[in-house]
Each structure stands twice: as C-alpha cells, then as structure tokens.
C-alpha cells in the first residue's frame, strides 16, 4: 500500500534554509538544489518539521470537507483532544450536538473506542512482552516498526482506537438505517498530522477502515458558530456523550491498571531516549510504558488551536469529572479484531536487497564518514555526517557536496587565505595574527 502522507512541501514558499533536516527523527529530510525534499519511505508524520519551518513551507492537511457529499450517511468520529480545544470547558454533549448541526448524521467518540480497547488489553495483557508499550499513536507505532523493530512483540495492541471506532460505527449505522457498508461515510477528527496520514494508510488492517480525516483545526473554525446557534435555540441538549474519563486520558497518556507501575514520555525525542532504553534493557520495574510523540498527548498536535498544556488541564478536569466507565465498557470485541494485522518491521533504513552489496555500501559508508568532520553543519543538505555518507553510498548525492571534501582536493588554490576563505566563517581554520 502506497503511504499517503499528510505532511507536504510547498516547494514556492521553501528557501533551502536546511533547519528542517535536524529536527526530523528519522533523517527523512534533504535539501538539493535549493529546496528540501521529504523521503517518504522515512516520514512517520510527526509535524516535527512544520513546527521549525519559519516559512511555512513544511504544511500538513486534513481531506476537504467536500467528500461528506458522496456518502448517504455520514458519521463522525471526534477524538477526545477536540474537547479540549475551547477556551472555556464546554459540555461534550454540546460538542456532538453541533458536530449534527454540521452536516454529520451520526457520532461514535474515539473515547468510547479507546475504553473497548483499554478493556480488552486489560483481559489479554499475558500476551505481550515486558514491560507493555502502550501507544495510541501512529507516529510512535511507524517508528518502532521503522527504528526498533524488537520491540514490536511488546506493543500492546496495534489497533488505533479510532480504527475500532470507524468498525464500531459502521456496524452501528448500517443496521441503524439499512445501508450498504460503502454508502456509510465514517470520518475521524484527528489532531495531528499522523492520524490522518493513518486513516488512508493503516498498519493494521489491509484496506483503510476510514472514509477520510478532518483537520482539527479546520473543524474548530466553524464548529463554535454552530455551538452557538444550538445555545440560542434553547432547545435541551440531547446527551450523546458515551464515553467515561478512561476514555477521555486517551488524548494524554493511558492509565495503567491497578497495582501497575506506569513509565510515560511525550515528544518525540522523549520517545526515541525511552524506547532505546528499553531496547538496551535499561528500563526495569515497570510494567507499563506508554508513548506520545507529541508534547501533552494529543493536545500538542499539529492540527490543534489551543495551547496543548492548557488544553492538557482541560481535559483532566473533564476526566476527574466524568465517573462513568462508558455505556459498553464490558462489550467484547474480539469477534472485530480478527481482520487486524501483526506489525511487521519497516526496511526503511535497507541499504540493498542483495546482502553482498548492502555490505560492500555499508563499508562506503564507514569509509566516508571517517574522511568526514563529523560536524554535521547541515551544508550538504543532509542532518549528519552518517546520513549524507549513507547517501552517497545510495546514490542521493555526491561526494563533492560536502564543502570540507572540496576544500580537501583543492588546497592547490592556497592563496592567501586560500580555499577557506570559501568556507562560512564558523568553519574557517584559525589564523594566528601577529604582531
């Protein structure tokens, strides 16, 4: 399957300004000719990039709304980290309502979802390694599967609470009104760029379980205006809200069980120190480890308005709140599961499909990267001394773009300050001034 990102280039807005390539955390970042280039074998989506790019030309996007018209019936998915993107704390009952007022004809809440799920984990948690990886998140899965693929076996479930949310009310609406599967649109409100590149491009299952996933953002620009609208009708507001404060945590970090010892990080740099402690054994007694690639859960994505901490307190008000488990907590779902993949490792980072010439490329590679400075200023347009000697190896650049190369085969042109004086000031070799 062809990944479908959602973060893109705006090639007329980028300058070349190579501050991109060092924040990505797969390398998945060059700059050739002026302009940056995303690997897209290597992107996992993390917004990363569009946070450091001073111009805007690293976007990320949600579908266009557009797409609700091919459907007879369309429902809507809202992640719970949309409760928290108010200024005020708003009643979750109000929220779905204006979501109807929108255009949608039905709402499952992920939090629903994620409490099924966090109930069937509980009741299969022999099934995995030690200590259990909880990650409600596509970029931290499409990360281990790229970057640690050992711990893959330690995953407490692969499944997205808002893919068991898409099956869930499918199922639902079907029977509710007798349509055919495809004419039922199911459509999430996701905060971040990976879940949307996850709903068009799953690890779990063989075809997407999503109809298409709106931007948070652009959600939030018009769902206020219907809010209102419903306030001023002063009709009740019907309650629709079925999920408990279990649910609501899915948008930070997931509670651990009773009695479990929980270690959680958030960001992505947190996240990568934590899992190659964990790769390395350094990470003991803990019985869970759960992961956001974000800074607060969800609430820190890409396509969120709000200030992720404030939006953080928001929703832990609303869980202390909410006492209920959920309408269906004890409902079991293993009968929806049976479609869904294992994670398999992601070749990302292959050098070759040939074993001989992946290791005559890795011994390029090692050769280069001694010749190197190893100062990784970024010049070449790629993060690292290894990655552009890797790139060279690949074929992706040569030797030459690296300018302490040049200036290493051009000493003949000393003069004066000889090939330095073409070197950016920070790498110029120190004179001594006399006199």
Known sequence: MTIQHAVYLDEERCRGCTSCIRSCPT?????????????????????KCI????????????????????????????????????PQPVDIDLILSALLEMGFDGVYEVARAAELLAAHVSAHSGQTGTPRISAACPTVLRLIRMRFPRLISQLETPLLPMELAAVLARQEACERTGLPPERVGVFAIVPCSAKRMAAHSPDTFAVPVLDGAFSMRDICRVLPIHMRTLLERGAPIPALRTAGGEGLRCATARTAGEGE????????????????????GRVPDVDLVALSACA???????????????????????AQASDRAGEQAGEDITPLLEHVRPLQSLPSF??????????????LIQELEGRLPG??????????????????ALGRAREEDCIFQVRAKMQDLSVSGGIDDYLPAPFRRRTVRRG
């Open 27 to 47: 390398e998945a970042i060059r700059v050739r000719s002026g302009k940056a280039e995303i690997l897209s074998d290597r992107c996992i989506d993390c917004g």
């Open 51 to 86: 946070a450091v790019c001073r111009r805007k030309a690293i976007r990320a996007k949600g579908d266009d709304m557009a797409v609700l018209q091919e459907f007879d019936y369309r429902v809507a998915l809202p992640e719970p980290a949309l409760y928290g993107q108010f």
């Open 261 to 280: 010892r929980r270690l959680s990080a958030d960001g992505v740099e947190n996240v990568i120190h934590l899992l190659e402690a964990l790769e390395d």
């Open 296 to 318: 607060c859960g969800c609430q820190g994505g890409c396509f969120t308005v709000e200030n992720p901490h404030a939006a953080y307190m928001r929703m832990e008000a609303l």
């Open 350 to 363: 292959l050098l070759d499909e040939d074993f001989g010439a992946a290791m005559e490329k890795q011994r």
């Open 375 to 392: 100062l990784h200023c970024g010049s070449c347009g790629a993060p690292s001394c290894h990655a552009f000697a890797e790139d060279v």
